[in-house]
């Protein structure tokens, strides 16, 4: 089994090699920047999946978060939960994954929280990258509306463009990256 220091190594070399797109974009903010880390490279990568399962539960043990379930806005984290709860479960350890829809469902249960039910739990919102804190911020709406105990904000990359500052004062609990712009050369 390869050691923590080693997973987050490696998982920094395969996000500067595989996600990290240089030249003109526009970010989902309308913001321009001159890069794009596109992090689906990453969650979704045979290799690298299971290294952000490591990393991040390591970042949030680190940082002394308890919690049972995590999650987010689905699409940039759903492939983060689940490469977390993957990773907890080799460990021996419960912690169930949730998706939060952009809007409640207007059939069926009418849930915008699908999986295992948050209510009453301590739940990580999860996110692979945030460039304005938008998204997080919706899955943790949505998931105290679930009645989830929102304990921290968790990204892959921090892009360090005033995402922890808004997460943590309009949400009010501690915003955790694994990796800020820095080390990626950015």
Do not use: C, W
């Amino acid at each position: 089994m390869t050691s923590n220091n080693d997973a987050r190594t490696r998982l920094l070399e395969l996000i500067q090699e595989l996600a990290v797109v240089r030249g003109k974009v526009t970010l989902s903010s309308g913001k321009e920047a001159d890069y794009y880390v596109d992090l689906r490279r990453i969650t979704l990568h045979h290799e690298a999946a299971p290294l952000v399962g490591s990393v991040m539960l390591e970042l949030l043990d680190g940082a002394g978060i308890e919690f049972t379930n995590a999650g987010g806005l689905t699409m940039g984290a759903d492939p983060v939960g689940t490469a977390l709860m993957h990773s907890a479960g080799q460990a021996g350890r419960t912690i169930d994954a949730f998706v939060v829809r952009k809007a409640q469902k207007s059939y069926g249960m009418g849930r915008q929280v699908e999986g295992p039910d948050v209510a009453g739990r301590n739940v990580v919102v999860l996110e692979d990258t945030s460039t304005t804190g938008g998204s997080a911020l919706a899955a943790v709406e949505g998931v105290r509306n679930a009645g989830g105990n929102v304990v921290a904000v968790a990204v892959i990359v921090d892009r360090d463009t005033g995402s922890k500052e808004r997460i943590e004062a309009e949400a009010g609990v501690p915003y955790l990256f694994a990796f800020g712009k820095d080390e990626l050369g950015l």
